[in-house]
């Protein structure tokens, strides 16, 4: 080992301490502030329910509300639980894990993203449904689900340039920690 | 009760120099030295949280380091360098004899293991540098995840190999 450590120069510590205090509580500010937006939104759709049953709305309306309900407490729940994991990456775990989650976090299609999926079709059902937005079906379809599927092919092109390198790296030191009975740990 | 800032000066006033250190294995140049030293105390502020005392400190900080050092140089994995200099403390204990020791401060053979040691793998490396850094067979695993067997048999694997490879001589796996 180079025992040149006497010449790194020293973090300034009180700068980079209030940085990450203040990134912690951007954190915890945008977190909150999604979550109360999240949340007063859904209970403005409560509301707006609980009239349109009272005010002998078509039912088909109340149903399309209900849809736009729903899928915003997924896209709530969805942010509250996973926003963080992506955002942090725990790096006390022993290596194994790290790397076994790492790999599992850059995968593009997970279990979790048929709740994302679940919550976009409940957007469209809320907007077809919901005829007093005024919007055509069809054309419903073609934009709303048109933007969908670009969106998804977007988030692949980039999930292929971004994130596939570094969970193949992920992948291929996983199996390198676990194949122990091989000899491909060295590079001859 | 210590709030988050106080455990976390704490920790680095423990734990500063073993970490200069692991970031010394993986970056011959100061700046990225220094660069890899903030990311790990970037990276221990956000793990904090989640110190519940289930692995030693020891454990937890080594854990860290390494695994910001497999992360830090992103897809570039495979140029992780290991830098070692004949004054690394238990740098005989790679070889297992102590007849080579005075060989290894040679100039020439030193550069040789240098060498070799960057021929390794990445995982390899972090290996053999929690080993340089004296730490028990028991405490490696528990940093890499894997058995403490499954330690032995590669690290053996890994003395094996550079006393082959520094030594001319052949050596017959296990």
Partial sequence: ?188 | MLDKEEKFNQILAENKDRIKRICGYYNSNVNDQKDMYQEVLVNIWNSLDNFRGDSSMNTWIYRIAVNTALRYTGNAYKHMKLIVNADTQNLSTVLDDENYEDKLVMEKQLSGLQNELNLLSVIDKALISLMLEGLSMKEIADIIGITESNVKVKIHRIKTHLKTKLTGQRYDNE
């Fill in chain 1, 1 to 188: 080992m180079t025992m040149n450590n006497e010449q790194v120069e020293p973090v300034n510590l009180d700068k980079l301490i209030s940085n990450l205090k203040k990134e912690d509580e951007q954190y915890a500010g945008l977190s909150k502030r999604m979550q109360y937006l999240y949340w007063i939104m859904s209970l403005i759709f409560i509301f707006v329910i609980v009239i349109q049953i009272f005010g002998k709305v078509h039912v088909v309306y109340i149903i399309g509300n209900i849809c736009f309900l729903f899928a915003m407490l997924i896209f709530g729940l969805l942010f509250k639980y996973y926003y963080r994991e992506y955002k942090y990456v725990d790096y006390s775990q022993p290596t194994l894990v790290m790397l076994k989650k790492a790999a599992y976090r850059y995968k593009p299609f997970q279990l979790k993203t048929l709740w994302a999926v679940l919550s976009l079709l409940l957007v469209d059902a809320g907007l077809s449904l919901n005829t007093s937005l005024g919007f055509n079906f069809i054309w419903i379809q073609v934009f709303y689900l048109g933007i969908v599927v670009l969106s998804a092919i977007i988030g692949l092109l980039i999930w292929r340039a971004r994130y596939k390198p570094v969970r193949d790296a992920a992948l291929s030191l996983i199996r390198e920690i676990d194949g122990e009975n091989n000899d491909r740990g060295f590079k001859h």
